[in-house]
């Protein structure tokens, strides 16, 4: 049985037609380009293909994971409650129904964090849909950390 085409990545801004070698070369332009439409500095990629950004109180983490072929935006809003964790997920899931946009709440079961993520493939990524989730993550973030603290009590 003949098995489908590879499908190559497109690593190519729509707006303004760069083409770019890679995921890490292409998000690392669109970070320097969010910095300076934010005038302030923003850093590269590490090695691991991480950064973090700062929106308000929100500290947004930037993955990249070519292998899996995904941007990952992830912005810490609190540690689960010890106690009232029914109400408390059902608040999240609510909340992540519309309130969050193109964000969701997760939970990192090793740490007992709650995150606001999104994920997007890196193929056909444009700058302002990178603009928008890293807008929309950071927005969550800080519009929601006090809110769930004060009505859950863990910060």
Request: hydrophobic residues 40%; glycine residues 10%.
């Amino acid at each position: 049985m003949e098995s489908a085409p590879r499908l190559v990545p497109v690593y190519e801004d729509r707006d303004t037609g760069a083409r770019y070698e890679s995921a890490r070369a292409m998000v690392d332009a669109y970070l320097a380009r969010f910095g300076e439409r934010a005038q302030t500095t923003v850093d590269g990629l590490d090695d691991a293909g991480y950064t973090q950004v700062r929106k308000g109180s929100a500290a947004i983490g930037i993955n990249v994971l070519e292998d899996h072929g995904v941007l990952v935006f992830l912005a810490p809003v609190m540690g689960v409650p010890a106690t009232g964790r029914e109400p408390f997920y059902r608040r999240l899931l609510e909340l992540s129904f519309l309130t969050t946009s193109d964000a969701a709440f997760a939970i990192d079961k090793a740490k007992d964090e709650v995150y606001v993520r999104a994920i997007r493939g890196l193929s056909g990524l444009d700058y302002e849909e990178f603009e928008d989730l890293l807008e929309t993550v950071g927005k969550v973030a800080d519009e929601w950390d006090d809110v769930l603290k004060r009505e859950f009590g863990r910060g």
